[in-house]
């Protein structure tokens, strides 16, 4: 039909040869083969452009195969020259998805995540780390160093909308690229990609392997009804050179740490160091993992559900290994740097609820409860001797934002772009003063209506939230309401049944816009104690309103969806033995992300 982009098979299947990669402790140690087919695209203006489809020839090893038979073969390489322990280090970025507070092993959960807390045990905690509610938002927080009252990106970022990072801003790998870095990205981007100059490799990455939405089929790769999975091996690959890859049956954690592996093996290393974005699809919802990772907890009393969950945090635990393993068999370890971090808290309540825990945090994803901006996050890596940073729990104040500045001062690349939000934290962390003592955290993204969005922000030991913080209920780690028998004995303390509790933060959590809270997170860090109408706080309370008010009066708004760039599924592209697959859409418009 009119409007419609379709695939037409054109031409044969080239064979893509074999390879083998021996696995550090996964079961992966066959070989197999790729292939591709090229095809035709037609746009809506009647051009056509070359797409190329990687298509699985067979054996668990194919992703990987496919990667590297279509590895980079971007331009002139960008070479800069460092004297004797000038050249800056290699970073390993690890972003887990929705992973909860109270999930990792080191916290006593019992799921076995023996990588990460290793890394915690040799590197650094940040006790005090703030992330934003919800993905997007801290996504192009970390990406922009800018808080999302100054981006427009408050909000998720749904499937088939235009809203983006937006283009004028600098992004963390346009930064490295002037430190001299080499910068690729595996996993899941969810920051645009209504238009190609949203995606990744147009906005500092020199490849991309992974998947542009929010949440897919870890199986499948499937999103929302398409297919949702592409390799583009250069910067600014677009059409004719950004590669729908076929990676239907192979689970997702495996992929991302076998082309991640790839990267590592084939990184120059007399050119810049390496910057790997490492971006986990685990352990996002859909609750799915390879049986194997759920058995080890089948003498677990746990739910089904719990027992998947932390199957998957296991079986991405376990791909984090493999990947250090590649660091350390190509010399690359000991002058790495490995930062891990969540992008919310644990969904427990909304949002796409998982059987994540932020026990004893109240509140989770897309909630303004420290259950829903308080993370994991934790470096780690022999480099970390290199800026003198002791091992241990660190507690200043650490914001997401702070990352792009952190990590540029590594770099010794100045930012150029827009004023940042983020401080650099280098000094801080080798057990300096602190960097910041306030952080803005957000407001409540989807499902809150926009006249119930709360705003919240911390100072030191003090918390205030403005409007409607979010469901705030105190999940367990086994999704009981109220999670262990000290929380029982408070509840039924006070005399109130699980129904009770459960009415009593739902209409709580929705009072309205005018609603204040006030909690001193150094006595109170469930927050169970509303101190905003004390007079015993009076002085603290007006304070801190004054702070937030300082915050929200720099705010632009929202963004909304381009009335010019309307998705339907007509836009999906038809590839032949996939079906419908995503692709940027909007060609009407040179900037799609609107201020309103």
Not at 491 to 508: C, K, L, P, V
Request: charged share 25%; glycine share 12%; with cysteine.
């Amino acid at each position: 039909s009119e409007g419609q982009r379709q695939e037409e098979g054109h031409g044969g299947e080239k064979d893509r040869g074999e390879g083998k990669r021996e696995k550090n402790e996964i079961r992966r140690k066959d070989a197999a083969q790729k292939s591709s087919q090229r095809d035709r695209r037609v746009h809506m203006d009647g051009q056509e452009e070359a797409v190329e489809v990687a298509r699985c020839g067979g054996g668990i090893m194919c992703g990987v195969v496919a990667i590297a038979s279509l590895h980079r073969t971007s331009g002139a390489v960008q070479r800069r020259s460092w004297g004797p322990g000038e050249r800056p280090p290699h970073i390993l970025f690890v972003v887990l998805d929705d992973m909860g507070s109270h999930d990792l092993g080191l916290h006593g959960t019992g799921i076995d995540t023996p990588i990460m807390d290793k890394m915690v045990e040799d590197g650094v905690y940040l006790s005090n780390y703030y992330v934003l509610p919800a993905c997007s938002p801290t996504r192009a927080a970390l990406m922009s160093g800018r808080y999302p009252l100054h981006t427009g990106v408050n909000n998720i970022i749904f499937e088939g909308s235009t809203v983006g990072l937006p283009l004028d801003e600098e992004t963390l790998p346009q930064i490295l690229a002037r430190g001299g870095y080499k910068r690729h990205m595996v996993g899941k981007w969810h920051m645009g990609s209504a238009r190609w100059e949203q995606m990744p490799t147009f906005r500092g990455f020199e490849s991309f392997y992974g998947f542009v939405n929010g949440m897919e089929d870890f199986f499948s790769h499937a999103a929302g009804g398409a297919h949702d999975f592409r390799y583009d091996d250069r910067e600014k690959c677009g059409p004719g050179c950004s590669k729908v890859v076929d990676e239907r049956g192979k689970y997702s954690s495996h992929l991302y740490a076998d082309a991640a592996i790839d990267i590592i093996d084939q990184h120059d290393l007399e050119g810049g160091p390496l910057f790997l974005y490492l971006s986990f699809q685990a352990v996002h919802a859909p609750e799915q993992v390879p049986e194997e990772y759920e058995r080890r907890y089948n003498g677990k009393d746990w739910s089904k559900f719990r027992k998947t969950y932390a199957g998957m945090l296991t079986c991405a635990d376990e791909a984090i290994g493999n990947v250090t393993a590649a660091l350390k068999a190509r010399g690359m370890w000991e002058d790495t740097l490995v930062i891990g971090t969540t992008d919310n808290g644990g969904p427990t309540e909304t949002c796409v609820v998982s059987a994540a825990s932020n026990w004893p945090l109240r509140g989770g994803k897309c909630s303004l409860w420290e259950g829903g901006t308080r993370g994991d996050g934790f470096l780690s890596g022999p480099a970390l001797d290199r800026y003198k940073i002791p091992k241990g729990s660190n507690g200043n104040l650490f914001h997401v934002v702070d990352w792009l500045p952190t990590l540029a001062e590594i770099a010794g690349a100045e930012p150029q772009g827009k004023p940042l939000d983020g401080v650099s934290q280098l000094q801080s962390l080798a057990q300096g003063p602190a960097a910041r003592h306030d952080a803005y955290l957000g407001t409540i993204p989807w499902p809150v209506p926009a006249s119930e969005q709360g705003q919240a922000v911390v100072y030191r030991n003090w918390k205030v939230v403005k409007g409607s913080p979010g469901l705030g209920g105190w999940v367990g780690p086994d999704g009981s309401p109220r999670g262990t028998v000290g929380e029982d004995a408070w509840a039924q303390s006070i005399g109130e049944t699980a129904q009770d509790m459960a009415m009593r933060n739902f209409n709580y959590s929705f009072s309205g816009l005018h609603q204040w809270h006030l909690y001193d997170l150094s006595k109170d860090s469930g927050e169970r104690e509303n101190l905003a109408h004390s007079k015993e706080h009076a002085a603290q309370m007006s304070a801190m309103a004054a702070l937030l008010e300082t915050y929200e009066s720099t705010r632009v708004p929202q963004q909304k969806d381009d009335p010019r760039c309307p998705w339907s599924p007509e836009q999906w592209v038809m590839v032949e033995g996939l079906g419908p697959v995503w692709a940027p859409w909007c060609y009407a418009s040179r900037e799609v992300l609107l201020y309103r």
